[in-house]
């Protein structure tokens, strides 16, 4: 079973910066990618930003040049570092892995409990 548990978010303003984390535990045997979703009320979720293969990485076009995604390959874990923060980056954020487990051949796809970032203006 794999696990990803997500940690950083809160209440900010409008300019400020804030620093997600997600480390994915459990028996693993690869990861193609890990990133970041987000989700306000009343609209689909969304990609923000992903690191496939621990090296290519892509944003959502709102973020880009204020939001930057890492990986830390040995500890399995990814961060979204938020600058610029705008209300409108409001949302829950979700960790999303795309992983193989010990004993599986197939890539299957995961996803952290979500953490609320608020931005006030």
């Known amino acids: 079973q794999v696990q990803l548990v997500e940690s950083g978010g809160g209440l900010v303003q409008a300019g400020g910066s804030l620093r997600l984390s997600c480390a994915a535990s459990g028996s693993i045997l690869s990861i193609a990618s890990m990133g970041w979703y987000r989700q306000s009320p009343g609209k689909q979720r969304e990609l923000v930003a992903i690191v496939i293969s621990g090296v290519t990485t892509d944003y959502a076009d709102s973020v880009k040049g204020r939001f930057t995604i890492s990986r830390d390959n040995a500890r399995n874990t990814v961060y979204l570092q938020m600058n610029g923060l705008k209300p409108e980056d409001t949302a829950v954020y979700y960790c999303?892995?795309?992983?193989?487990?010990?004993?599986?051949?197939?890539?299957?796809?995961?996803w952290g409990q979500g953490t609320q970032v608020t931005v006030s203006s």
């Open positions: 999303y892995g795309r992983i193989v487990p010990n004993g599986s051949s197939a890539y299957q796809t995961w």
